[in-house]
C-alpha cells in the first residue's frame, strides 16, 4: 500500500519536497543545460516540459508500482530550488526504489547531490522500509559514479552497450544499496566492533 508523501524531507542544508507550479522557471533553467541534459532521457526542456512534469506530478505518492515520484531540492537557508530528484517504484518490484538526481550546476561540487541521496536513503529504508535501492547510470557519468561509491553503493552490472539511447549505444552501471547493507553503514563504530566480536 502506497503512503502520503510528507510534507517533505530535511537534512542539514536541504528539503525535499513536491513540486509546486512556481518551480517551472527553476526547472527550465537548469534542465535546458545541454550538460545536464546529456546523460538524461530529453534532449531539450522548455516551459511546456517543467508544466507537463509539473502536473503530472501533482497526484502522485512516492510508492506506486509503475511510477516516478518527483521532488525539488531546495536549499534550506535561502528557499532556491537547486535540482530535482526521482523515486521509481518498480511494478513487479515493489520493495525495490530506483533513485535519480539533477542537480543545477551552479550547485556541484559541494556534496549537495550526497546530502540529497542520504536524505532519500533514511526515507527509503527507514520509512519505507525497502528491501535495495539502485540506481542506472551511464559509464561516462563520472560524477554520478564517484557519488554512488562514496555513500556506499555496490556496483551490481556493467551493461555494455545495452540500449540505444540519444543516437549511440548506450553503456551504463547499476548501483545498488540493501537495507540491511545501509543499517551496517550506519551503525556506530562500538557496535560494529561489538557486532563483529559476535559474529566472529
Known sequence: MSQSFPDHLASARLRLRRLYRNDAKALCAYRSLPEVARYQYWESFGPKDAARLIETQSGTEPDIPGTWFQMAIIKAATGEMMGDCGLHCPENEPRQMEIGITLSPRHQGRLYADEA?????????????????????????????????????????????????KNKWQSEYVFAMLKREWVERNLPDKSKHQQAKTFS
Open 117 to 165: 541521496v542520504e536524505c532519500l536513503l533514511d526515507y527509503l529504508f527507514g520509512r519505507l522500509e525497502k528491501h535495495r535501492v539502485f540506481a542506472s547510470i551511464d559509464v561516462l557519468n563520472r560524477s554520478a559514479i564517484a557519488l554512488c561509491r562514496r555513500l556506499g553503493f555496490r556496483q551490481e552490472a556493467h551493461l555494455v552497450e545495452h540500449r540505444w539511447f
